[in-house]
């Protein structure tokens, strides 16, 4: 009956990975679900080959936002942003593992959002740079 | 009238046939339904009398000079009485429907508001208030430069009167307050803070979106301006609710939407408007759902209102002993007595968000809320985004809440797992 | 979609079946209800589907997290894509709930109306108006400045297009008229009058509030930029109704009420505003009803609203026909042809108010509609302080007309006695 | 069946009694009921005794609020003001002796409400006179 929230993802609630902020961050942004109060704020460092180089998040909220960001920023390590902006929201469903019922989709979708939104960010910033 | 009625027990686990919900299973349970304070559970009474407007009398109201035009349009304007009486108000000309608490007020700040309230004039609120008690002012204050002052509250959710004297020294043009917070259950004192108000010369509107439905409300023992309170909270249907004010009031106030029924006379550049209420009244209104609430007022004041508070108060004390008992470190918002508070109990777990609470709970078929119940100011005042809270009506039992205190117990079990 | 369904006469006779108002005895007839363009009958679907929510899945939408509250959010917003679609809408965002039609003309004047109308501006309306497309912008142009034009009819009810090309040559700000007459029956050339707004810079709002029920309505087709409807006429419960806008418009909007449900985030003397279409729902939405036209659409689209406008037109047609030959004297107002109205024959009998004729049609269960049918200037127009009127649905029969008929020389002959 | 409409209604509606204008009416007042377009103008004349010495109107509209104009008028004629300020609407219901339906009340008591309007504004015009 438990499965409705696996252990893993108790875990990574308990002790989210990637959890803090970043020195120099090339983008840094906040999402939040107001109808929840979920809220995180996510840091990206981009590599010279436009890869993920690093990723660190801070937030508080339910255990489905918290272990989502989780989850999703030790995926995106090493990816590179074209490849980020392109996740699909199931990427994110797929990693947390359970199902999630639609007045929850929010919270399991916050981590996913804000990230693209960072990579977009990062990415707005490099083509503003080389106009 | 309500106050007349002797004080009887009411008895829930009899009164849950009326209500054909309980009738669903939820994996072999019925559903301990704690979400009362954002919508009510319907009786068949109110069910069967929107479907005999639907399918026996189906007609517009006050134009069919035909049989089933004539009967809607009587249950139509007898729900209203019924409201009336249901209120104490003085006459039913003082009853406005709306489609809900919401609109009322909306209707209240776009047409009283928009006439009397000028820049620099003072709206005091509380910061108890619900979304819908806040907004519309905002919105006012935008258009016209008034200012917004809210009355503080203490930990345990209530006003502070003292403040509210201070503000009111400020001679504030009106004093928009809830008789029972939402989120907290707070009960406010309505009479005194109008009395207090009047004063001051500042006109008083009452949100008894949450009064309403646990008490008898008496519009005219409390003296207020303007009450406003949803159907759908009242065993009624969505789509229901009432404006009452005082007809003076109603009559000096301009129209709020323009179409059929609020007119007298329409020339194609200028027209002249219905008497009140249906000045208020644009457009078909929404027939069914009123007369499904005259249906559940009745069904109310059968019951007896005084009766329903005292259920309500059984429950609430009943729950605000048993959580703290049963559920390890469970914290409690709002006033520590029964007495003081409607029957809403709310709360959070130290282990688990309030959002996993309810989803873990769903899946013992314990239904509660958990957010900011529109009352997100609140909730930045108690330090908290989000909080978990279980409300109650009529059908209510203290099974509901044995079932809630070991669902809790159970979302601590899961949390605690392998930690 | 309903365009693709092939034409197959629409029987209303075993239609009538799905209509429990049919069984309903008056005085051993079933009920000849000819008032459906005031309002249209319920069909069991939409009765049940109403019950539905209200017996087994009563909640609170958009914020329970708990089963029933997630199928009452299915369903409410399932009910909005069933909308969207037989609009044709391009997506379900573009689809606001609203208490009526008119509620959805009192909320385009006061939010993209607020905002872009300036004094001076015109907006053009026409002489065939129901009072709910033009009292909006009365007020509207009270409060700003503005000055209503008038689109003229000719003797049959037409819009004088050359008219209107002059005033549109005066660059309006916005055109808004009714697609189809609820006095006269008149299907006004709405792609036509869009595009030329359009080309003359101004935006369209069409009141479709007697176009939606009788044919199909392709909002990307007609190409406006507003078009509205009450769900009460179109087989749906009192309460429901819908504003379709481009998604551009929307979002540009400043809301309509304040309150729950559409806002994003609120302190205590701001607040942001939610995604379109919930920004423009504030508070408990009308769920029952909203679910309930839902059910109205699908049973709609279901027979085709090909078919329905065919029937329609028959039953027109036949109208137009019998009446002048059965009831001597009858004054037929509107469009000679039936492939120019609706399903709404309007009349007069020379020896008899309006009104009396309702009444001794009433003693027969023949139920029409008598008085100014919310349209005074219109009625000034005809130089008739009332008519009679007889407006058709799915379920009218030709033996509805022929009791009619039988009714109305049975008026002639009390009004003849003893003359 | 037809009692619906009594001979006498449609009779006063045909031809109604008092139907037309005054010389010089100490009170001429119009009512109307916009919903139905019915309309009537009622003018009344008193006499030094103050008692209504003549009556008239004219009108348009159903047969129920022109005949209960005909009727009424017929009543009124010799009573004291004081006496028509205190008429009964249940006056033009037994006047008209048919059964009114609630959506019809409006027309059968048009009459009632301008003879009340035009003899308080007599009286109105009284007392200002006599202040
Ligand atoms: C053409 C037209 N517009 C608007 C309306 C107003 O509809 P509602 O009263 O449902 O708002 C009607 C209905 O009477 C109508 O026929
Ligand atoms: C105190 C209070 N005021 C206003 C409202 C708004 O009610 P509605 O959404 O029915 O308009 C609510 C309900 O949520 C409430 O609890």
Redesign the interface.
């Known amino acids: 009956?438990?499965d409705?929230?696996r252990?893993e993802i108790?875990?990574h609630y308990?002790r989210p990975h990637n959890f803090g902020t970043l020195e120099s961050p090339d983008a840094s942004v906040e999402g939040?679900n107001?109808?929840?109060?979920?809220?995180i704020t996510l840091m990206l460092a981009v590599g010279e080959d436009g890869r993920v180089e690093d990723v660190a998040f801070t937030g508080?909220?339910?255990?489905?936002s918290q272990a989502s960001a989780s989850m999703l920023t030790d995926e995106i390590r090493g990816r590179s942003l074209a490849e980020v902006e392109e996740l699909t929201n199931q990427v994110v469903l797929d990693l947390l593992g359970i199902e999630i019922?639609?007045?929850?989709l929010k919270?399991a979708l916050l981590s996913i959002d804000t990230v693209k939104k960072a990579a977009a960010q990062v990415r707005g910033a490099g083509d503003a740079a080389g106009a | 009238m309500g106050s007349m009625t002797a004080l009887r027990p009411l008895d829930p686990v009899a009164l849950r046939r009326d209500f054909p919900l309980f009738e669903r299973d939820f994996g072999g349970r019925t559903l301990a339904y704690l979400d009362s304070a954002a919508t009510s559970l319907k009786p068949r009474a109110v069910i069967e009398a929107v479907d005999g407007y639907n399918a026996r009398y189906t007609a517009n109201v006050h134009r069919g000079i035909y049989t089933t035009g004539e009967e809607a349009t009587a249950a139509y304007e007898g729900a209203r009485e019924k409201v009336a009486r249901f209120l104490n108000a003085a006459e039913s000309a003082e009853i406005v429907f709306v489609r809900n608490a919401t609109e009322a007020i909306n209707l209240v700040a776009a047409t009283w508001g928009q006439v009397n309230v000028r820049a620099g004039d003072r709206i005091v609120l509380t910061e108890l208030e619900h979304h819908a008690n806040l907004i519309p002012w905002q919105l006012l204050a935008q258009r016209t430069g008034a200012v917004l002052e809210f009355i503080p509250i203490d930990d345990e959710g209530r006003l502070d009167q003292a403040a509210y004297a201070a503000l009111l020294a400020t001679a504030p043009r009106l004093v928009a307050f809830t008789a029972v917070s939402n989120a907290l259950g707070t009960i406010d004192p309505v009479r005194e803070m109008t009395a207090a108000a009047h004063a001051a010369g500042a006109l008083v509107l009452v949100d008894a979106a949450q009064a309403v439905p646990h008490a008898f409300v008496d519009v005219q023992a409390w003296g207020a301006d303007f009450v406003v309170f949803s159907g759908h909270k009242v065993l009624g249907p969505t789509g229901s609710g009432a404006l009452w004010a005082r007809r003076a009031l109603l009559e000096a106030m301009p129209p709020f939407m323009g179409g059929g029924e609020m007119i007298r006379e329409v020339r194609l550049r200028s027209a002249t408007w219905n008497d009140v209420p249906w000045k208020f009244e644009a457009g078909t209104p929404d027939v069914a759902a009123a007369i499904g609430l005259g249906a559940a007022v009745d069904y109310l004041a059968a019951i007896g209102m005084e009766n329903v508070r005292e259920h309500e108060r059984g429950l609430t004390r009943y729950a605000l002993e048993l959580l703290p008992r049963e559920v390890p470190g469970i914290r409690l918002f709002g006033p520590r007595s029964a007495d003081e508070r409607a029957g809403i109990v709310t709360f959070t777990l130290p282990e688990?968000?309030?959002?996993?609470v309810a989803?873990?709970l769903?899946?013992d078929a314990i239904a509660i809320r958990?957010?900011?119940h529109c009352t997100?100011p609140l909730?930045e005042r108690l330090g908290?985004?989000?909080t978990a809270r279980a409300s109650f009506n009529v059908y209510s039992t203290t099974e509901d809440l044995d079932r809630l205190a070991a669902g809790l117990r159970s979302v601590q079990r899961?949390?605690a797992?392998?930690?």
Chains 1, 4 share one sequence.
């Open positions: 009956m438990d409705l929230y252990d108790l875990e308990r939040s107001p109808l929840c109060g979920d809220r508080r909220g339910c255990a489905i019922s639609p007045a929850r919270c | 688990a968000h309030p959002h996993d989803t873990l769903d899946r958990a957010g900011h997100q909730h908290e985004p989000a899961v949390f797992r392998s930690a």
